[in-house]
């Protein structure tokens, strides 16, 4: 099982992303999928997930500007991110929970900046 994240670039303070990430394979419930970054210096960071109950849950750093989905049918999951600013610079990981194992994407570069 494989998970490739794509959808990263440059953007402008304001902007928006969408990232994508596709699972290689169905997965069947339970499962957990989030998204996590990482930024030099500051470690990695927890930033959205859902459940295979359809439970979504974010951090406040990210609440009401990132919005966190899963379309079962393309086997992937989103991350809309909204009004980002240079905080949100960071490598973008896909992390899946399922079956007692862990999964992590190769990560996907945002960079915000005028």
């Known amino acids: 099982l494989q998970l490739v994240e794509t959808g990263g670039g440059l953007v402008h303070p304001g902007g928006s992303l969408i990232l994508t990430c596709l699972v290689s394979?169905?997965?069947?419930?339970?499962?957990?999928m989030g998204w996590y970054r990482e930024a030099p210096e500051k470690g990695r960071e927890w930033v959205a997930g859902i459940d295979s109950g359809e439970n979504i849950k974010y951090p406040d750093s990210v609440k009401g500007r990132f919005t966190i989905s899963r379309d079962n049918a393309k086997n992937t999951l989103l991350l809309q991110m909204d009004r980002l600013n240079p905080e949100d610079t960071a490598q973008y990981y896909c992390?899946?929970?399922?079956?007692?194992?862990?999964?992590w994407g190769q990560g996907t570069q945002v960079t915000v900046s005028s």
């Open positions: 992390h899946l929970v399922t079956g007692g194992r862990a999964y």
């Open positions: 394979e169905s997965i069947s419930a339970p499962y957990v």
